[in-house]
């Protein structure tokens, strides 16, 4: 029989499936790829995590930061957590030690560490990791957010008072702009945060639907002012990246919903990517599609602060891509914006007879610019849209710090400590 003292015990890494909104930013915010997910769960791998912590901070809910002590060689398989839906309950001294155990052991079990994914890589050879420059703490200026003041298991309920086709595209590339209101409901959001919206129906497995995640679209004090009410803007979806036929379930609901429609809403979520509210503070928002939502909200607190005449603010500089102008979000009211309040730049990539453009061809255009502000202890930066983008963004922001003879690791790792620059891809 095998003694107590060799059998090993690890505190293993695991996601709570009653709390995960399906968000994917552990995955994508993972450096070593210890995380993956099927149509169900999101999980984390055993032999490869290294308790970095990296997934735990970006993570909007919560999910992400639990843990289980078991046997090493117990830990729980990828293959079974796929099929959770709640986490196991901790096992207690006792199971333990009918495992050969003992509870000092227990006690002092470390964080899973893969052997694997100890090993350094040779210099030269590391790939560049995008998502590792993002900050996970909100500017020191940021408003206090509140998160998860409804959980998937008690949603509130939202009223539709409007939905409409903010693009020029035809229905397979539309984008709707949605307000929903709370009544007497309590449901503070800040610019940079996000809801969940739970579908109705379930899969085809008879589960009921996890709730799909939207950035909010609006102003803090309402989509109206003044209302307790909010907006997103949502992207219906008829094929997936391979361009292949699929109704997307979520965004296709919301954007057939009528004026008066009720929906089931969890959140709000996000405590980092979030606006500063310092005088003179400038902001460089880089976005795609409906990644345009919290730049759009961003924008829009500005704009009403600066109607005020209470608030000095400083540059507002927005690059914003789509295929196609028919398919930008919000075209009319950007153009319409006063350039001595926005500095705007439109990039696109699918307009006929015209080269590809991409918001970082536009970034190294105005590289000058940028240069200034990333030397601005003021200026914030916030990158939101498709994963595909949140490399070549990155490696524009540090083309231009080379460019003008900046050091880029040293700017980079200011950054992320003083939570001015914000990735939230998906």
């Not at 003044?226 to 990246?241: A, F, I, P």
């Not at 540059?315 to 028919?326: D, I, P, V």
């Amino acid at each position: 029989m095998e003694t107590a003292e060799a059998v090993a015990v690890i505190k293993q890494h695991l996601i709570d499936p009653e709390i995960c909104i399906r968000c994917n930013t552990c995955e994508a915010t993972c450096p070593i790829g210890a995380i993956t997910h099927d149509d169900r769960n999101y999980v984390v791998k055993a032999d490869v995590c290294n308790g970095c912590m990296a997934c735990i901070s970006p993570c909007p809910t919560g999910s992400i930061d639990n843990w289980r002590t078991v046997p090493a060689a117990k830990a729980y398989p990828i293959e079974e957590q796929l099929l959770w839906d709640e986490l196991p309950a901790e096992l207690t001294p006792d199971q333990l030690a009918a495992e050969g155990v003992p509870a000092d052991a227990a006690e002092a079990a470390p964080v899973a560490v893969a052997p694997a994914a100890e090993a350094v890589a040779e210099p030269g050879t590391a790939p560049f990791h995008s998502a590792s420059y993002g900050a996970t703490r909100p500017p020191w200026s940021a408003a206090h957010p509140y998160t998860n003041l409804h959980a998937p298991k008690s949603p509130i309920t939202g009223t539709v008072t409007g939905n409409f086709n903010c693009t020029e595209a035809g229905f397979d590339s539309e984008t709707h702009h949605i307000v929903l209101d709370f009544g007497a409901m309590p449901f503070p959001v800040l610019e940079g945060q996000s809801i969940g919206i739970v579908p109705p129906g379930a899969d085809a497995l008879g589960r009921a639907h996890q709730p799909r995640q939207y950035s909010v679209a609006s102003a803090r004090n309402g989509e109206r002012p003044g209302y307790n009410n909010l907006s997103l803007t949502v992207k219906r979806v008829t094929q997936d990246h391979q361009g292949q036929a699929v109704r997307g379930i979520c965004s296709n609901y919301l954007c057939d919903l009528k004026v008066g429609d009720t929906v089931q809403v969890v959140g709000p979520f996000g405590s980092s990517f979030l606006m500063p509210n310092h005088p003179k503070s400038h902001i460089v928002m880089i976005c795609t599609g409906t990644g345009s939502a919290p730049m759009r909200a961003m924008t829009e607190w500005r704009r009403r602060l600066r109607k005020s005449g209470k608030f000095e603010g400083g540059k507002l500089m927005l690059f914003f891509g789509a295929r196609t102008q028919q398919e930008l979000p919000y075209f009319g009211p950007l153009t319409s914006l006063p350039k001595d309040f926005i500095d705007i730049n439109l990039a696109f990539s699918r307009t006929p007879g015209e080269p590809k453009k991409y918001v970082q061809d536009l970034m190294r255009e105005r590289a000058a610019d940028l240069a200034l502000l990333l030397r601005d202890e003021a200026a914030h930066f916030y990158v939101c849209g498709l994963k595909s983008m949140e490399e070549g963004v990155v490696l524009a922001l540090r083309d231009v710090a080379h460019e003008a003879g900046l050091d880029w690791e040293q700017i980079a790792a200011r950054l992320k400590q003083e939570g001015r620059l914000h990735l939230e891809t998906y």
